[in-house]
T-cell receptor, first 109, second 114 residues
């Protein structure tokens, strides 16, 4: 069983739609990381959070520590948002990160 | 460009050969991580350094894998006697322990073992 589960695995949306990607985890964590990976492998950090909510442009990330759940929202989605979005958690027992398998997002014009 | 570089970007080798990859982290970052990623999966932790000390190592890392960070700056990952199952993208990331420990990833080295 993976310590980090993401849903959905694949998501197709029309341009302009509001998108939500979910991440649930089963271990005690000190922080959660949302990452974006484009075809070809490059991974970009979007957010690192340990409580509450963060916003950057059209992206919003929230975390509920008690429920062990985080969401990544994209408002007014655009084709350039098409990528794989990965959730990773840092264990509170060290500095290892466990990663989800990612959510593949395709935004259609 | 995140500031983390990896070399080479692609490596094709024959089974049984040794390969070595290099990672140059962001200069102020004292932590360096190695991950392996196969198609359709998220990155899988291999090992992590704080300065020159290798502090954590995955149980999945066989004795054919070794990593070093001799001066606390760049790091190398060596795979000895490569197997076809070693074919994957090898990712390096760096972070600064004094802050949020947000990781910045390199572009990866794609290894193909024939």
């Amino acid at each position: 069983k993976n310590e980090v589960e993401q849903s959905p695995q694949n998501l197709t949306a029309q341009e302009g739609e509001f998108i939500t990607i979910n991440c649930s985890y089963s271990v005690g964590i000190s922080a959660l990381h949302w990452l974006q990976q484009h075809p070809g492998g490059g991974i970009v950090s979007l957010f690192m959070l340990s409580s509450g909510k963060k916003k950057h442009g059209r992206l919003i990330a929230t975390i509920n520590i008690q429920e062990k759940h985080s969401s990544l929202h994209i408002t007014a989605s655009h084709p350039r948002d098409s990528a794989v979005y990965i959730c990773a958690v840092r264990l509170n027992t060290g500095n290892q990160f466990y990663f989800g398998t990612g959510t593949s997002l395709t935004v259609i014009p | 460009d995140t500031g983390v570089s990896q070399d080479p970007r692609h490596k094709i080798t024959k089974r049984g050969q040794n390969v070595t990859f290099r990672c140059d982290p962001i200069s102020e970052h004292n932590r360096l991580y190695w991950y392996r990623q196969t198609l359709g999966q998220g990155p899988e932790f291999l090992t992590y350094f704080q300065n020159e000390a290798q502090l954590e190592k995955s149980r999945l890392l066989s004795d054919r894998f070794s990593a070093e960070r001799p001066k606390g700056s760049f790091s190398t990952l060596e795979i000895q006697r490569t197997e076809q199952g070693d074919s994957a993208m090898y990712l390096c990331a760096s972070s600064f322990s004094g802050g949020a420990n947000e990781q910045f990833f390199g572009p990866g080295t794609r290894l193909t073992v024939l």
